[in-house]
Each structure stands twice: as C-alpha cells, then as structure tokens.
C-alpha cells in the first residue's frame, strides 16, 4: 500500500542491494553479544528456578542448590565443548538440523527441526517476560503492567531485527558487555564481602518464611524433586547452540571465530550461574512458586499484592543495597540483556526456516531476504507465535519456563547422535593416523555429550511432564507433521510442472474468442476492439441476463452501434454471473476439446482502496473460477479511470521499489 | 469457499430464482406482526422512561405521567394519521426518504436516509437489550450476561433473515399477537381489579423510596424536565414509519391494506401505551435512572446488585402475582416482541438502503438481493453496525435510548414538510373541486403531523442533546457526507465509461505478446504454446534475474528444448519481480504508444486453501500492477495441478449455484 511506504521506510530503512550481503557479516566481538545473550541472559532467570523447585520441601534444602549448580555448570562445560566439534565440522549454520540431516536423515533432522523452532519462539517469550520481570524490580508500573510492557517489546525487537542484523549487532553490543560485567562486579564484590571482609548478606526477603506442605521429602520423592530442581537450572544451557546455528554470520575464518566465541561465552555463562547461586544461598534469600500464599511475612502470608523480585535483584539488594546505584543499574542491563537475548532468537528462528523451506520443509516465502536482506517473513512468523504465548500465559516466566528447554535437549541429543555417527563414518574412510586420533577425540567428546544431554532430556521430560511440557510434547509432532505435508506437496508439485525431457510447444488447433460484456461503456469497446484485433478463429460477445430490461437495453446499443461481433444472451435465473460464464466455456471446450478458449474481462481499474469497496468483486470471482477450467485463458483488458492514471503517475515518480498498489485488481461493475 | 457452501445452505436454506419474488408479498394479519412489532413493542420501554425522568424530581411529580402519557397518545394518533396520506400518495416503499427526494429534493431525501439509517441500527440496539432486560427479569442468569445474550439474540435475527422475508413473517407472526393479547388482558384485568373489585395495586417496589437531589423543582426547570419526560415517552413512536417504508411488501391493494394496517396499530399502541401508563401510576412503581444509589429499601441505597425490573414485569407482579404463569407470560412474549421488533429494521434498513444503492447513494452491493431473494448485504450491516452499539453501551436501555428517536422525528418532520408541498403542488394543477376538497383536507393533515412532529423534534434535541444525542448529530453528517461522496464516485464514473454516442470499435495498430517466465516448467511451456498460437505481431519471452545462477540454468534449457522464441533477460538488484517487468511493458508502450502489449502469465492452480499459503504471490502483485498500465492485455495462463482438477470436478457434480472458488487467484512460482 503506497500510504504504508513512508512509514516502512522510516522504520526499516531503505532497500539494501544483494550485493551487500558480505558488509553485514560479523566480528567476533559483535558476534558474541548477538549469539551468546540467550545463554548469559538465562542465568537472570536459572538459578532462581533452583530454588523455587526446592522451596516446596523448605528452605533446609537450600543448601543442596550449590550442588546442583556445580552439575548445570558442568553440564554447560560438556555441551560447550561438544558443539566446538559441530562448529568445526558443520560450519553452514545449518546446526544439528544439518548434522541431523547428514547422519540421521531426514526425520531426525525434522524432529530437530520442529524441536528448535518450538524453543526459539519459547526463547522470546520467556526472556521478554524475565526481563519485563526484572524491569518490574526497579520500575513498579512496569510489573503491574507485564503483558502489554511485553508485547512492546517483541514490536520493538520485531522492528529492529526486520532492519538487518548489521544494525542490530552494534545496537546490542553495548547492553551485553554492560550485564556481563556488572553480574561479574556483582559477584566478586559480593564473595569479597562475605568471605574477606566477614560481612553478613541479607537479602530483602532473609528474614521471610516459606511455608512447606509438611510432606517430609524423603528417599524417592526428594529424588525427584532435586532432579525437578536441576532441570530447571537447565534452563541456563539454552542459547548455546545459537552460536553453532549462527556460523555463516561470522567473519572469516568462520569455524574459528565460532568456535572461540563459544568457548568465551561459556567460561563466562557458568562463572555467572555459579556465582549467583552461592551469593543467593549465602544471602539467604526466600522464593518460592506460589509467593502469595506460601511466604510468610512475620507469620502471615504476603498476600496477592506481594511481588517477587527475581534473583539478581534480590542479591544485588544484598551486596549494594536496596535502590543503590548499582542496584538500578543491574535491574535495567539485566532487563536489557533479556530482551536482547530474545534478539538471538530473530536471528535463528529466521536463518533456520530459510535452510528448512530450501529443503521444501517450509513454504518458499521463508527462503528469501526481504528488501533490507533480512528473513523478514521468518521474522514476522515469529513474533506473532512469541506473543500469542505471552498472551497465553500472562508473561508469566515460571509457567513459561516448564515448556522451555526440551526443544533444546531434543536438539542436542541428536545433534550429538549425529555427530558420533559423523567421526565413525569419517573413521571408516580415514588412513592418516594423526588425523584419527584428532577425530577419534572429538568422538570422545561429542560420546560424553550426548551420554549428558540424553540424561537430562530424560530427567526434564520426566520431572516436567505434567508442570506444562506434554504441550510442547504436543506441538512438536504437529509441526513435524505440517513439514512433512509441506514437502509432500513441493514434492507433487515437481513431478505435475516438470515437462517430459523433449517436449517442446505443441500448438492448440484453434483458440476461441469470447468477450464479456455487462453494458456497452467505454471499458467494454475496448475489449472488444482488442479482442478484435487478436484475430482468434472465432470471436463471440456474451452477456449473462439479470434483468430482461438490462438486456433488452443492450441489445438495442449493441445494433446502434453497430458491433461487428455476435451477442449471445445467457439465462440466470438465480442472479449469479459465473455459473452461466463457466457452463458456455465448458461447452465451447466439450465440443473441440483441443482448442483453446480465450476470455476476455473487460475492467475498469479504481485509484484509491475504498472506491473499490463500492464495485462488485464479479470479475474476480470470474477470473478465480475460470482458471479452474483446463484449456482456458483469462485475458484482462484494464481501463485506467482519472484516479487509477494519477496514482500510477504517483508511483513511477517513487523511488522504484515495488510499492503494493492499492487495489488488488480491476472490477467488472 | 466450498466448506462454507453446507452449513450456509443449512442455516439460510436453498437459493431461490428471481420469478419466485411475488411468492414472498405479505397478507395484512402477516405483515401487521412484521412491521408493527417495532411500534407496538416500544411500549415495554418507553412508558417506563416516562417515569426514569420525572423521578429525578421525585415521586410527587409521578402523577404528571398519566398526562404526558395522553400527550404521547395524541401526537402518536397525529403522526398514524399522516402517514395514512404518505401510504397513499406514495406505495413505492421509499417512505419519507422518497417523499423529500420529490419534494425537497437531493440534500432532504439524503438527510432523512442519514436519519434512518442511524435509526434503524438503534432500533436493532434498543429493542434486543430491552428484550435481554425482560427476559432477565424471569431468568436472572440472562441479566447477568446481557451483552452476550444480546449479541446471541442478533446473531439468530441476522439468520433468520438471510433465509428470507416469507418465513420470517410466519414465525413471528404468533409471538406479537401473543404480546399484544397478554397486555391488552393485563391492562383490562387490572383496571377492573383497581376500579370495580376495588383491589389496592402493588408494585413490588411500592414500598421503596427515591433519592431526590433535593433541589425543589419549579418554573424553567420543572418544565423541561416534564418536556424530557415527554421527549423519552416519545420513543413510543418509533416504527410508525416501518409500515410506510414497506408497502411494497404487501399485498394488492397495497396502499389501502397499509394505510389500514397503520391504523391498527396505532390503535393498539395508544391503547398498551397509556394503560401501562395508568397501572404503573396506580401501583405506585418506583423507577430511577441510578437505581443503586437512588432507590432506598428500608432507608438503604439498593446497592449495585439491586436489579431494576422492566415497567411490564412490575405491573405484571401488582396485577398477577410475582412468579406468576400469567407474570412469566408477560416476561417471555415481552422479550419475544422486543427481538422481533429488530425485526422491523431487518426490513426497513436493507430496504432502504437498496433504494438509496439505486440512487447510487451507497454501494451497488446492497442493492441486490442475494441468492435467498433477501438483501443479504444490507442485513449484514445492519447486524455488525447494530452488535457494535450493544457491544459499546453494554446493553444498557437507559443509555442507548438516549440516542435513539433523533433520526425517526428527523424523518418525520421532513416527510411532512415534503407532503405538505406534494399537497400543494398537486392543488396547482388539479381542476376538480372534489378532489381539491380532498387534498386540501390531507394538507391540514399533513400540516398538524408537520408542526407537531417539528415540535417534539426541538425537544427531544433541547432536552437529550447533553445525553448522548449529540453522538447521532455527529453521525449523521458524517453518513451524509460518505453518501454525497459515493455518489459522486459513481456520477464521475458515468462520466468516465460512456463512450462518445458515435464510438464504434478501434482496433489497435499491432499487438506485442510478452510471456513471463520464471522457470520452464510446464506451465511455462503452455503459455508459450498459446502465445506462439494467437499470432500477434511481435512475440518475446522475458525473466527477471533474481540469482544469475537460475538464470543461466533457464537460458541453457531454453537452447536445449529449442523454443522458438527470443528471451530478455531483466536485471533485479533489489530481488523484485514487478518493479521491472513494468518497465519493461512502459518501455515497449513509449516506443510505440498506439500499439498494445499483451502479457502472458503462465500460472498454476492448486485446489486446496493450505496449498495456495506455501507460493508466492508474486502472480497476484505482478497482475495488479499492470492492470495500471494504459495499453496493456493480461493474459492468466492457468495449469490446474492434480488437486485443482479435482476440485472443479466435484464442484462441476454440485448444485450448479455460484460457490467460491477456494484459492481467489493461480500462482507464478
């Protein structure tokens, strides 16, 4: 729509050459806060699951959330290392879809497929709520107002992203940079006074009781919940595979650069994770699932208006003091890093539906760069799936979070079965020693992480089933199935268009003529003339009579005028123009099947969208009908009113993009 | 859409020729429930506003009711007697919109539509939440949901409508006799219980008291509250008009059998009218416009759970008992006829609005009937405009009245300034002293209707104008304009589409025949085929080049099938099709402005709604914009792919009326 144009260029700037694409390739430093936000960010969040988790057996087994720690930091480490070897191996961006596809085939890489595209859209809505959370601690508006304060930020980060990833990269450079040191600052600071200076910790809520369901948790049942607690803390793991899908984005050498940034990103995502932990469980602070009900402020419960403040709030409390500088300053880069860590999601989402709609998984709409050389349909796609899930669940982060994370193990569970199958094909065809003991290695390492994740994919479909994850149980087979369907059909389609290997043009017999025609305007003369002029083999005028006047009416003109064509009068006695139309075509058609007919629609064209809503749509419901016909061709003969000429002229004035016009097409009457 | 085609004939029933239209012409005892409901009902509402205003002064003032109530009377015989002479003098059914149009000319016809419009929406509005209130009344669960009860109550009105005028007559023919029997009997029986028996009648609200904003009414103010009495009284008086505007729809002799229906009725309004007047007096009811605050019980405010029976429903409770068969009775044909007087404007306002389409003041779509003989459109409007009232004042009567009855004394007043004039126009020409006598006597008429109707129009603008009156004096223009606007849409495209008296058909000099190809798959090859077939003067294939790699593929398969045919190859760096294919058409048309250019579009077509969401719409885009270009012929060459074929086939062995094509359009790639 040309009223749309100068808004969406204000917006999304002006259309980028395809030539360009090398400029918005990315540095290692640019390329850590793009890729590498999701996995630091969901340590705002990890840690605090811990201890909700454990909080339903009582603050006694706070203590047990160091451990646990430990073993998601260790976790990280496992996976880390492991996606170095995909990085080097599979350096297209294709991630453990491609490794899937090479070494699984094609169901496995769609079950990795269906699994990712689940989570990336659970990445945005989970960081957007968390950092609408986080936002909360400091602002209170913003915490009475959590739906909609999410929903202006996946339109902003939507915007943003549909300018192209060059801009986004620098804009989001700073914020990242700005968490990652103040959490460190946090965490030296904080471990400084506790254990040199002796300073006692104390978190707003230290002194608050949690109310158990006096259940003494014991032998199996405490189990199940430590592991319930650790697969929450798993949810710090997400983001890692980012940078493996994100390795053509990088600059040259590709792997390389990766590979380092990924290694960089997790030393510093588990120093931050462990650190939390410990500064939360010496700062002895209280969370809990259900805070208004189950915490008890001076032996009553906190009621409906108490708000929660997450994690990083309530220690940074501790350690700065409550509305201190670097109090404020933590809550708005924490805020920040989220809803830049949903970012990492706009850039994968978007690069992985390209690869899966070139393997004809997805419609061929996903494949292609829109005019600022981003993904812009993937980019759309996903911002309408994020935000129908925050409406859904009240950007609620810990609803949010049971369906989170299983995409992720999916993905990497058989990323890392792909890649032992890799260096055991590669072994079997390898004679330089050397170059096996390297790879014998890497299969060492990617063994250990797919022992890991397929533990823990067990232990989160286990203990989160019921908590809200058989959902996205529910909807990954779903989209496997509608990826199937899709290819199915691209796949039909290549055997109906492709010709047979010799075919040429074989010419119809004879093409018929048939003119339209309502009244005798201008338009009409037109088409008439024109049809004329093409000098079919036959050449007939058909009109469908609603009313005998109206034909009687035409008739007569038809004779003034004195039209060298043949009118033919076809009855309708239930008012509508294209059943009669269809019928004479098809029996033009049934009497010489291999000639051709050729229907010409006279039409008038209108300028402005709503004097189109004063036309009936027949011509387009004709056009639409006909089509279906075999053997037919639809001709329209477009007549230009004053408004159709001045918008055109408007519009070859414009800066040449393809603006949208107006109306959709030309109108019959 | 084919899946829409069985539940549409389901729920609307078959389509119905055109020669079955005289079928569904009305008998007086049918059309006197289908066009009276709306006058006849206004009673379950309209003496209670009576009431609702005097109370702001205090229940002494409440025995000036019973005189307002004879004021309404008279001015309701006033205006039947009127429009008896309107019935005669004009049968067409354009009603006073067609008596300003002859008398007053355009800008009167076109405020009276405005008016009407906007009346008949309210009518819908007014009378379904009044309905809603009634039948909460009996069951309170429905006052609870009123807005979505009401929404419910216009879904089935629009339904039934859209099967068709006939039935819809038949099924509502019960419910207003019903109505109209059960006050007739409420009103007797309780009189001869209050003034034979000598019973004491009372209201289950007699014993309540009223809040007074203790200022003493007096002089000025005393009188206009007594005249915004009288003015919501007046809402009594809608639908008068429905009878007029809808002699068409009865039987011969049509004046006549009108001008008697309208005297019915008028009959039996006044009567219902000033009865329930008199009961509510003599139960000593107690209304208020803020009953919350404003009724006390045993000295307390109401409350807001406080729910404040409809006038009928108390009277009811005084004459029969609370929780009576007769009490339910009332509640049930109460709401009934308040549904069915919707009804009314389910007539009028398609009607109308098809008269004013003829007139080219609105869209020609509403000015057919659809494929059940209804004007399907003009109902749909309606039901949409009148949903979004109910919708916006949540149901509520009191406030939704306010806005109600402008438009109707709009009308009224300048029918009768237009009847007036007919009088005296026809008094300059006729000779006979018999029939002059008659006119003569049908102007006084008319004059009365005129002045009295002009007088209560100044007070009901005067006495609501601050209640939300001022809403429709807004409205109003704003319809007027749109109508003015459509119309001189419409006078300009005359203009525009004759053709000179003498214009015969000029051919053009040469036709240049383009085929667009993207890939030379099979469609491709059959548009060349019919291209090369219709031998117009020059012919050349042309591709635009988004990746040189498909192009080069393309210019090698093009040697290898050896099309005779030469192919351009345009350059896109900003991977748009359209942009220059356009020029490519502009530039043949510069060279050559007499010549025209026929573009070949090889399309496909698939034959299922999912399928068409997984291509390019670059087809529908490329189409819409040359449709723009002067000179040029668009040629669809649509190849039906197996699922299409099928389609059309079942569709073929189908009823043979008009169904939507699935996919509106063929795809390019």
Request: one cysteine or more; charged letters at 15%; proline letters at 5%.
């Amino acid at each position: 729509m040309k009223f749309l144009e100068v808004p969406k260029r204000l917006l999304l700037g002006r259309p980028m050459r395809s030539d360009r694409l090398g400029e918005t390739l990315l540095k290692k430093r640019i390329a850590l806060p793009i890729f590498a936000s999701d996995a630091l960010s969901s340590v705002a969040y990890a840690p605090q699951e811990i201890f909700l988790v454990l909080s339903i057996a009582g603050t006694t087994y706070f203590h047990s959330s160091i451990w646990l720690a430990l073993g998601v930091a260790f976790l990280m480490l496992v996976v880390v290392a492991s996606y170095r070897q995909n990085v080097h191996a599979y350096p297209s961006g294709g991630g453990d879809y491609e490794v899937a596809m090479v070494n699984i085939g094609p169901t496995g890489a769609l079950t990795v497929a269906s699994a990712l595209l689940v989570d990336y859209v659970l990445t945005v809505a989970v960081s957007v709520a968390a950092g609408v959370d986080n936002l909360g601690s400091a602002i209170h508006p913003v915490g009475e107002h959590k739906v909609v304060v999410a929903m202006v930020v996946i339109v902003v980060l939507t915007l943003i992203n549909l300018r192209g990833v060059k801009e986004a990269g620098l804009t989001f450079a700073v914020p990242t940079y700005a968490f990652a040191f103040g959490v460190l600052l946090l965490i030296t600071w904080g471990l400084f006074k506790d254990f040199v200076l002796g300073d006692d910790l104390k978190a707003p809520t230290a002194d608050y009781q949690i109310v158990t369901d006096h259940r003494s948790y014991a032998g199996l049942a405490l189990v199940f919940l430590m592991l319930r607690a650790f697969a929450s803390g798993c949810a710090a793991l997400t983001g890692v595979e980012a940078i493996a899908n994100g390795v053509p984005a990088f600059r040259e050498p590709k792997s390389k650069n990766a590979a380092t940034t990924l290694a960089i990103m997790g030393t510093i995502a588990v120093t931050m994770f462990a650190g939390l932990v410990a500064l939360g469980l010496r700062s002895h602070i209280k969370l809990s699932e259900h805070p208004e009900s189950e915490i008890l402020i001076n032996g009553l419960p906190a009621g409906p208006d108490y708000h929660q403040d997450p994690i990083i709030a309530q220690v940074a409390a501790a350690v700065f003091g409550d509305g201190s500088f670097a109090f404020v300053y933590l809550a708005a880069v924490t805020a920040m890093i989220l809803f830049f860590a949903a970012n990492t999601a706009y850039n994968g989402f978007p690069l992985l539906a390209s690869v899966l709609a070139h393997d004809r998984f997805l419609p061929r709409q996903l494949r292609q760069r829109g005019d600022r050389l981003a993904y812009s349909n993937g980019i759309v796609l996903l911002a309408v799936a994020a935000a129908g899930l925050v409406y859904a669940f009240d950007a609620e982060v810990t609803r949010l979070i049971q369906l989170y994370i299983i995409g992720v193990f999916v993905s990497f569970t058989l990323g890392q079965i792909g890649m032992v199958r890799h260096w055991t094909r590669l072994l079997g065809t390898e004679p330089d020693p050397a170059v096996r003991a390297k790879m014998r290695r890497s299969r060492v390492v990617n063994s250990i992480g797919l022992s890991a994740t397929g533990t823990v994919l067990v232990i989160v479909l286990v203990t989160k089933f019921t908590h809200g994850a058989y959902l996205v149980l529910i909807a990954m087979p779903i989209l496997f199935a509608i990826m199937k369907g899709i290819r199915k059909h691209y796949d039909r389609l290549v055997v109906e268009l492709t010709p047979p290997k010799d075919a040429g043009l074989t010419l119809p017999s004879r093409i018929h003529g048939v003119v339209l025609i309502s009244r005798l305007h201008t338009p009409a003369l037109r088409a008439l003339a024109f049809a004329r002029a093409s000098r079919f083999d036959t050449l007939t005028a058909v009109t469908v009579q609603i009313s005998p006047e109206a034909t009687a009416h035409l008739t007569r003109e038809w004779a003034t005028r004195d039209i060298p064509v043949p009118l033919t009068v076809l009855d309708s006695p239930y008012r509508d123009v294209t059943g009669p139309v269809v019928d004479y075509v098809r029996s033009i058609r049934r009497s010489s099947p291999r000639d051709v007919v050729c229907v010409f629609i006279p039409e008038y064209v209108v300028g402005r969208w709503w004097e189109q809503l004063l036309h009936n749509q027949t011509a387009l419901r004709l056009k639409a009908r006909l089509l279906f016909q075999p053997g037919v061709m639809v001709t329209s003969v477009p007549w230009q009113l004053g408004s159709a000429e001045s918008l055109e002229a408007r519009r070859a004035g414009a800066s040449g993009s393809g603006e949208e016009p107006p109306s959709p097409h030309g109108v019959l009457d």
